[in-house]
């Protein structure tokens, strides 16, 4: 699994001009599933993500986690995360999981990080969507189950 997390003041994800999904301080994580992946990958990521201490604490450190702060997290499906673009112009997306095992790991991601007990809002999986968000920061982090970055 691949994920870019952006810390946010807000976001919110809107799909046939109806705001499907929206949060206030926290991250957004636009989450790609792998074809080798399972159900490993999906603790990994969501403890890694619920964990990351990118949050200032009273000092301005980034020492405190989305549990430390409460914060809220907005999680949209995006499969070109695996677009391999190293050859040629196009990307590649051999990697990326299938429609149907990708949904299944999605979803498992979206209830492994409920059961941290935070605000966890949803995009639509596969369809087109429209992400707004204000990058607090900026913060932006690139997290990899398979630890290739």
Sequence with gaps: MRAVIQRVSQANVIV????????????????????????????YMAEKIINLRVFEDENEK???????????MLVVSQF??????RKGRRPNFMNAA?????NELYIKFIKKCREFKLNIQTGVFQAHMQVNLCNDGPVTML????KNF
Excluded: R
């Design 98 to 102: 299938h429609p149907e095992k990708a």
């Design 143 to 146: 997290v990899d189950s398979k």
């Design 16 to 43: 046939d001009e109806n705001i499907k999904g929206k949060i206030k301080k926290g991250f957004l994580v636009l989450l790609g599933v792998e074809e080798d992946d399972d159900e490993k990958d999906v603790i």
């Design 62 to 72: 980034m020492n405190l986690s989305l549990l430390d702060i409460k914060g809220e």
């Design 80 to 85: 070109t995360l695996l677009g391999d673009c």
